[in-house]
Protein backbone atom coordinates (compact mmCIF):
# COMPACT_ATOMS: atom_id res chain seq x y z
CA UNK A 1 0.00 0.00 0.00
CA UNK A 2 1.35 3.38 -0.98
CA UNK A 3 0.77 6.21 2.00
CA UNK A 4 1.03 9.67 1.12
CA UNK A 5 1.12 12.21 4.26
CA UNK A 6 0.11 15.90 4.24
CA UNK A 7 0.67 18.29 7.23
CA UNK A 8 1.72 21.99 7.75
CA UNK A 9 5.72 20.40 6.63
CA UNK A 10 4.77 19.52 3.41
CA UNK A 11 3.95 16.05 1.84
CA UNK A 12 6.06 12.74 2.38
CA UNK A 13 5.22 9.11 0.41
CA UNK A 14 6.28 5.73 1.49
CA UNK A 15 5.17 2.25 0.87
CA UNK A 16 3.92 -0.14 3.66
CA UNK A 17 2.48 -3.16 4.39
CA UNK A 18 -1.45 -3.17 4.19
CA UNK A 19 -1.83 -3.58 8.04
CA UNK A 20 -0.44 -0.32 8.42
CA UNK A 21 -3.50 1.36 7.18
CA UNK A 22 -5.05 0.79 10.83
CA UNK A 23 -2.06 1.70 12.54
CA UNK A 24 -2.00 5.57 10.63
CA UNK A 25 -5.73 5.59 11.58
CA UNK A 26 -5.65 5.05 14.97
CA UNK A 27 -2.43 7.36 14.99
CA UNK A 28 -4.84 10.32 13.96
CA UNK A 29 -7.91 8.84 15.96
CA UNK A 30 -4.91 9.64 18.72
CA UNK A 31 -4.48 13.29 18.07
CA UNK A 32 -1.92 13.07 15.14
CA UNK A 33 -1.19 16.84 13.64
CA UNK A 34 2.38 15.97 11.97
CA UNK A 35 4.32 13.10 10.54
CA UNK A 36 6.16 12.88 13.32
CA UNK A 37 3.19 12.36 15.26
CA UNK A 38 1.98 9.91 13.47
CA UNK A 39 4.69 7.51 12.98
CA UNK A 40 5.38 8.24 17.10
CA UNK A 41 1.97 7.33 17.93
CA UNK A 42 2.33 4.33 15.32
CA UNK A 43 5.62 3.12 17.13
CA UNK A 44 2.96 1.18 19.94
CA UNK A 45 1.25 -0.67 17.37
CA UNK A 46 4.51 -1.45 14.94
CA UNK A 47 7.68 -1.07 16.82
CA UNK A 48 9.48 -1.43 13.25
CA UNK A 49 7.61 0.32 10.58
CA UNK A 50 7.87 3.97 11.77
CA UNK A 51 11.84 3.50 12.40
CA UNK A 52 12.26 1.85 8.90
CA UNK A 53 10.30 5.00 7.23
CA UNK A 54 11.99 7.23 8.91
CA UNK A 55 15.37 5.46 7.99
CA UNK A 56 14.54 6.00 4.29
CA UNK A 57 13.49 10.12 5.00
CA UNK A 58 16.90 10.75 6.12
CA UNK A 59 18.10 8.51 3.03
CA UNK A 60 15.99 10.87 1.07
CA UNK A 61 17.30 14.09 2.41
CA UNK A 62 20.80 13.42 1.80
CA UNK A 63 20.60 13.04 -2.03
CA UNK A 64 17.71 15.17 -2.51
CA UNK A 65 16.53 18.67 -2.03
CA UNK A 66 13.54 20.91 -2.89
CA UNK A 67 15.57 22.51 -5.25
CA UNK A 68 17.18 19.20 -6.87
CA UNK A 69 15.16 15.77 -6.83
CA UNK A 70 17.31 14.31 -9.84
CA UNK A 71 18.36 11.09 -7.29
CA UNK A 72 14.78 10.57 -6.44
CA UNK A 73 13.76 11.09 -10.46
CA UNK A 74 16.15 8.46 -11.56
CA UNK A 75 14.83 5.69 -8.97
CA UNK A 76 11.21 6.08 -10.49
CA UNK A 77 12.82 5.88 -13.83
CA UNK A 78 14.64 2.74 -13.19
CA UNK A 79 12.64 0.70 -10.66
CA UNK A 80 8.76 -0.17 -10.63
CA UNK A 81 6.63 1.92 -8.07
CA UNK A 82 6.45 -0.87 -5.38
CA UNK A 83 10.04 -0.70 -5.01
CA UNK A 84 10.32 3.34 -4.64
CA UNK A 85 11.48 4.36 -1.15
CA UNK A 86 10.58 6.79 0.75
CA UNK A 87 10.32 10.31 -0.47
CA UNK A 88 9.10 13.94 0.02
CA UNK A 89 7.25 15.87 -2.40
CA UNK A 90 8.57 18.57 -3.96
CA UNK A 91 7.24 19.52 -7.17
CA UNK A 92 5.37 18.00 -10.09
CA UNK A 93 7.73 14.87 -10.60
CA UNK A 94 7.33 13.73 -6.87
CA UNK A 95 3.69 14.78 -6.53
CA UNK A 96 2.99 12.09 -9.52
CA UNK A 97 4.78 9.86 -8.22
CA UNK A 98 2.96 10.13 -4.42
CA UNK A 99 -0.33 9.02 -6.13
CA UNK A 100 1.31 5.30 -7.48
CA UNK A 101 -0.28 3.01 -5.99
CA UNK A 102 1.24 -0.13 -3.50
CA UNK A 103 -0.05 -3.46 -4.16
CA UNK A 104 -3.46 -2.98 -2.71
CA UNK A 105 -3.85 0.84 -3.73
CA UNK A 106 -3.12 3.89 -2.75
CA UNK A 107 -4.47 6.08 0.77
CA UNK A 108 -3.66 10.11 1.46
CA UNK A 109 -3.46 11.04 4.66
CA UNK A 110 -4.32 15.10 5.34
CA UNK A 111 -3.46 15.49 8.64
CA UNK A 112 -3.74 19.56 8.68
CA UNK A 113 -7.75 19.10 7.13
CA UNK A 114 -7.90 15.68 9.00
CA UNK A 115 -9.40 13.84 5.85
CA UNK A 116 -8.63 9.78 5.12
CA UNK A 117 -8.53 9.83 1.30
CA UNK A 118 -8.65 5.84 0.23
CA UNK A 119 -7.35 6.41 -3.37
CA UNK A 120 -7.60 3.24 -4.14
CA UNK A 121 -7.84 0.51 -1.42
CA UNK A 122 -8.24 -3.46 -2.65
CA UNK A 123 -7.72 -4.63 1.15
CA UNK A 124 -10.06 -3.33 3.37
CA UNK A 125 -12.65 -0.43 4.08
CA UNK A 126 -11.40 1.66 6.65
CA UNK A 127 -13.65 2.24 9.58
CA UNK A 128 -14.34 4.54 12.17
CA UNK A 129 -13.89 1.97 15.19
CA UNK A 130 -11.91 -1.04 14.24
CA UNK A 131 -8.94 -2.88 16.07
CA UNK A 132 -5.72 -3.98 15.01
CA UNK A 133 -3.08 -6.54 15.50
CA UNK A 134 0.09 -5.35 17.88
CA UNK A 135 3.19 -6.48 16.04
CA UNK A 136 6.94 -6.55 18.00
CA UNK A 137 9.96 -7.27 15.64
CA UNK A 138 7.75 -7.07 12.51
CA UNK A 139 5.57 -10.02 14.00
CA UNK A 140 1.86 -10.23 14.96
CA UNK A 141 1.25 -10.81 18.51
CA UNK A 142 -2.16 -12.12 20.23
CA UNK A 143 -2.15 -8.61 21.58
CA UNK A 144 -4.77 -5.36 20.13
CA UNK A 145 -5.41 -2.27 19.59
CA UNK A 146 -8.61 -0.47 19.74
CA UNK A 147 -9.46 2.93 17.86
CA UNK A 148 -12.14 5.38 17.41
CA UNK A 149 -11.98 8.01 14.80
CA UNK A 150 -13.21 11.22 16.05
CA UNK A 151 -16.05 12.59 13.65
CA UNK A 152 -14.26 15.76 12.87
CA UNK A 153 -12.11 13.42 10.34
CA UNK A 154 -13.71 12.95 7.02
CA UNK A 155 -13.36 9.18 5.18
CA UNK A 156 -13.35 9.74 1.64
CA UNK A 157 -13.49 6.02 0.13
Known amino acids: MRYTVADDNGTVSFLGPAHVMKMLVAACARGAATLDDLLE ?9 SRNVLDGLAIFDEHNSRENTSQIEAVFASRPP ?13 RRASTQPGHTGTIVFNL ?44 VP
Open 82 to 94: IEWPPFRVFNDVT
Open 41 to 49: FSVRYDDQF
Open 112 to 155: RFKRIVQVQNSYAEILRRDRGRIREGGRPTRMLYYYDLPSEWSL
